[in-house]
């Protein structure tokens, strides 16, 4: 991140009554960052984007754009251009005359206009379809219009509201490739709304994940997923088998649990960490648990029996009972071997990395203390 | 999926007939008036554009069609107005009572006319008012609003508030907002509003009659000269010229109305 970030976000609360949209908010988004806003639907990410934009004003704290304060600042005067979620294309102009809208303000010479809207359409891959009716353009394609239309006008700060939601899954994979590329090529801070994690993984240089209006983390997507702070974190990016662990040992950088049948384990401890009674939650994605085939060996080993068995093409998910522990595991495997045959009720064995564990606090107040 | 229809050849007799009683009437009414002949009788004696050429020179008649004009546009432009308020409050905001207003302003539609028609008399005369073409006017606004209403509605309820919000985001005033975004966008329906406010009022005739004292619109026109046998030709010129007007309004109206309901709905992505 610059020394000065591009959006600082200071203590921004929002209640609507008694219910808190946002409960004290601190964020810095850098100056060229692509930074996505996940968490379910009702966690205050749209909120918190619209008051970046300026259609909603906080309650409390201060939200400053490029070192302007700028929570008052109505959203006509701000640098900031949205994408939004229905797309919002003009029903009465075309697609030329949609892009040239904000620029029609500026003044600009007819000659300037029309080569700032054509840049645009050609950065998103629309040339030639300006006198397109907005009743005659695909999905994909007004989507396409709403992201020329703002960024023709050089924001400081693109903000996208859900821009992919409504675009059908092979569709919105590569507008995602595409919206990454856009982002680099023309360099300034892209801001995502999403509540699909792996949109957020693929896009971002930083993902804040919210829930009920807080900011649970903010790391960046590889960090985010393998070093989840939370449990819901871990929940809400992917899968994860939790465990609930016997505390052997708190010291000062990590800690040592009992993980019942995967043994002692130990793991780094988060900075302001604190377990309450003695048990802690610890986890491990389904993917770093591997099957062991015929004879093959691994330095740590469990036995199970597959209790389901779910085929998603490219690979399996499976579902393990183990004896000994309280919840089944469930792991994803890919089918070289054969895992897509393995029946419910095979004995099998598989292999795990203790060092794969992370510890999880179970819930943010664990942390903030 | 279509059910598959029996008794088929039934059918097209019964839609042929209804639309025979329907529309029979009406349509000789324009056949009579370019009769050569004071009596409506069959056989048709020939062909005259006479009775038209007469309504010219009645200055009577004159009036009457301008006392309908001012009335009508007077009646087109309160009702829909009104009708702006209420169908946008009824789109774009949630509050108590909601269903309960939207309700109320339909509800003339189901009164009988000339009930409504004698009680806005009473308070009329009760409270000392001159009937004039005002009254008239009042009174035909109660029943235009809901026609203003539902057509208005329609226009509006695909108008996404994003669509402001994106105006105002591209970095446009709210005044701006409303000129470029928000009146091109509802023009279709607020025209179509206007025409088919002023159909119905130019068609008229309880509330006209009841209200309108020494000033008649061409409604009552046409009733007081009803009892004049050798006016009837003239009354029937000129109901054919009403009702080809009304045609044309409404189906202006309807273009109207059809263009814009497809553009709000064209705004939004799904």
């Known amino acids: 991140m610059a020394d000065r970030p591009m959006i ?20 810095q988004i850098g100056e060229g960052e692509f930074f996505s806003l996940l968490g379910p639907s009702g966690c205050g990410k749209t909120t918190l984007l619209r008051s970046i934009a300026g ?86 394609q007004r989507q396409r219009v709403a992201l020329a239309r703002a960024l023709v006008m050089r924001p400081k700060v693109l903000l996208l509201d859900e821009p992919l939601s409504a675009l059908d899954k092979k569709l919105r994979e590569q507008m995602q490739v595409e919206l990454r590329s856009l982002q680099q090529a023309v360099g300034i801070t892209f801001i995502l709304v999403t509540h699909d994690q792996y949109e957020a993984l693929a896009l971002s240089d930083r993902i804040a994940v919210m829930f009920g209006g807080r900011i649970a983390q903010v790391a960046t997507p590889k960090e985010i997923y393998q070093h989840p702070r939370t449990r819901k974190v ?17 010291r000062k950088g990590d800690v040592s649990v009992d993980a019942a049948q995967f043994g002692t384990v130990n793991l780094a401890k988060p900075a302001g960490f604190t377990a309450s009674d003695g048990h802690v939650t610890v986890g491990i994605r389904p993917e770093r648990l591997r099957l062991l085939w015929d004879d093959e060996r691994a330095p740590h080993e469990l036995t199970g029996r597959v209790e389901n068995r779910a085929y998603f093409g490219e690979v399996t998910h499976l579902t393990i009972g183990v004896d000994g522990l309280e919840q089944p595991l469930s792991m994803i495997e890919t089918n070289d071997y054969g895992a897509d045959d393995l029946p419910v009720g095979a004995e099998i064995r598989l292999a795990y990395d203790p060092d794969a564990f992370v510890l999880l606090a179970d819930d943010e107040m664990a942390l903030r203390a | 999926m279509l059910q598959r229809i029996r008794f088929l050849p039934f059918l097209p007799v019964y839609v ?16 009579l008036s370019f009769n050569d002949a004071a009596t409506t009788t069959f056989p048709l004696a020939g062909f005259t554009t006479k009775w038209y050429a007469s309504l010219w020179g009645n200055s009577v008649l004159l009036q009457a069609a301008r006392n309908s004009l001012i009335v009508g546009v007077c009646v087109s432009l309160l009702s829909t107005i009104l009708g702006i308020c209420a169908a946008r409050a009824i789109t774009r905001y949630r509050f108590r009572g909601q269903r309960a207003a939207g309700g109320l302003i339909m509800a003339p539609l189901f009164l009988p006319e000339i009930i409504v028609a004698v009680s806005l008399l009473m308070i009329a005369l009760q409270f000392g008012l001159q009937l004039s073409l005002v009254t008239v006017i009042l009174g035909q606004v109660v029943f235009c609003i809901p026609y203003s209403m539902s057509v208005l509605v329609s226009g509006f309820e695909g108008f996404d508030r994003s669509l402001e919000e994106a105006s105002y985001d591209l970095g446009e005033t709210a005044f701006g907002t409303f000129r470029r975004v928000t009146l091109p966008v509802v023009a279709p329906a607020i025209v179509s509003s206007l025409l088919v406010t002023f159909t119905i009022s130019l068609d008229e005739f309880i509330l006209a009659f009841f209200l309108s004292g020494t000033e008649p619109t061409l409604p009552v026109y046409i009733w007081g000269q009803l009892r004049f046998a050798a006016k009837l030709p003239g009354v029937l010129a000129l109901g054919s010229l009403m009702i080809l007007a009304s045609v044309v309004l409404l189906t202006v109206a309807e273009v109207l109305r059809r263009r814009a309901e497809r553009r709000t709905q064209a705004a939004l992505a799904h």
Do not use: C, W
Not at chain 1, 13 to 27: F, I
Not at chain 1, 82 to 111: C, S, W
Not at chain 1, 234 to 250: E, Y
């Open chain 1, 8 to 27: 600082s976000i200071e203590n921004v609360s929002r209640y609507y009554g008694v219910y808190k949209a946002l409960d004290d908010v601190s964020l």
């Open chain 1, 55 to 140: 259609f909603d004003v906080p309650t409390s704290g201060e939200i400053r754009i490029d070192g302007v304060a700028s929570t008052l600042l109505p959203a006509n005067r701000r640098p900031t251009n949205m994408v939004f979620q229905n797309y919002a294309i003009f029903p009465h102009l075309d697609v030329g005359e949609n892009v040239a809208y904000g620029l029609k303000r500026l003044r600009l010479d007819a000659t300037e206009e029309r080569r700032r809207v054509s840049d645009a359409l050609d950065q998103v891959r629309l040339t030639g379809l300006d006198r397109r009716k907005a009743d005659e353009l695909s999905g994909g």
């Open chain 2, 16 to 31: 042929a007939i209804y639309f025979l009683f329907l529309y029979l009437p009406i349509l000789l009414l324009p056949v």
């Open chain 1, 234 to 250: 871990a929940d809400f990016l992917g899968g994860m088998n939790f465990l609930r662990a016997r505390l052997l040992a708190d």
